[in-house]
């Protein structure tokens, strides 16, 4: 609804208010903490936001590049991850891949990649929004404080299922 609202007031504005509008998605865009990458119907990436040139330290034309995944994709999964990708974005449905991808400080970090297309109103898909979070998996490798957290979290979920009452417990003996 409101992209919609975005592109019938996009489409009556001049080409000097059109960029305003553009330069404000982007100053978004580039707020949200989690990767983000714009690509067109194909899989080819159109634009991508400030985390995901600071997580990785590659410029936007770098991530233009065809070969931008082999470049921060862990070579162990690199196969994997554009087989992956390439059968997601073949069926045109949401999708999700968890990845290690290469920090700019040489570290691999696992991320949650979620692609979303987008439909025009016809029903032709015009782009994908794919976006990084950080993976909080049992694949994903954690510290000792991550994992103290999510086993708190465990058991406090499991202590509300298992009870009528919807009260919280005080703490688990992790905490």
């Given at each position: 609804?409101?992209?919609?609202?975005y592109?019938?007031?996009?489409?009556?504005?001049?080409?000097?208010?059109?960029?305003?509008?553009?330069?404000?998605?982007r100053?978004?865009?580039?707020?949200?903490p989690?990767?983000?990458?714009?690509?067109?119907?194909?899989?080819?990436?159109?634009?991508?936001?400030?985390?995901?040139?600071?997580?990785?330290?590659?410029t936007?034309?770098?991530?233009?590049?065809?070969?931008?995944?082999?470049?921060?994709?862990?070579?162990?999964?690199?196969?994997?991850?554009?087989?992956d990708?390439?059968?997601?974005?073949?069926?045109?449905?949401?999708?999700?891949?968890?990845?290690?991808?290469?920090?700019?400080?040489?570290?691999?970090?696992?991320?949650?990649l979620?692609?979303?297309?987008?439909h025009?109103?016809?029903?032709?898909?015009v782009r994908?929004?794919?976006?990084?979070?950080?993976?909080?998996?049992?694949?994903?490798?954690?510290?000792?404080?991550?994992?103290?957290?999510?086993?708190?979290?465990?058991?406090?979920?499991?202590?509300?299922?298992?009870?009528?009452?919807?009260?919280?417990?005080?703490?688990?003996?992790?905490?």
């Amino acid at each position: 609804m409101v992209w919609k609202r975005y592109r019938h007031r996009r489409s009556k504005k001049s080409g000097d208010e059109t960029s305003e509008d553009e330069r404000e998605l982007r100053r978004i865009t580039d707020a949200i903490p989690d990767t983000i990458v714009v690509l067109d119907s194909k899989g080819h990436p159109l634009y991508a936001n400030q985390a995901m040139l600071d997580h990785t330290g590659l410029t936007m034309q770098d991530v233009l590049t065809s070969d931008f995944r082999a470049r921060i994709y862990h070579p162990e999964d690199l196969e994997r991850a554009l087989k992956d990708r390439e059968g997601g974005l073949a069926r045109g449905l949401p999708f999700e891949i968890e990845q290690r991808v290469l920090r700019k400080d040489g570290q691999y970090r696992w991320l949650l990649l979620r692609y979303n297309p987008f439909h025009d109103e016809q029903g032709r898909l015009v782009r994908w929004y794919a976006t990084g979070t950080i993976s909080m998996t049992a694949s994903a490798p954690r510290t000792g404080h991550e994992t103290k957290t999510l086993r708190c979290a465990k058991r406090s979920y499991a202590h509300l299922c298992s009870r009528k009452s919807s009260a919280p417990p005080n703490h688990c003996a992790m905490c």
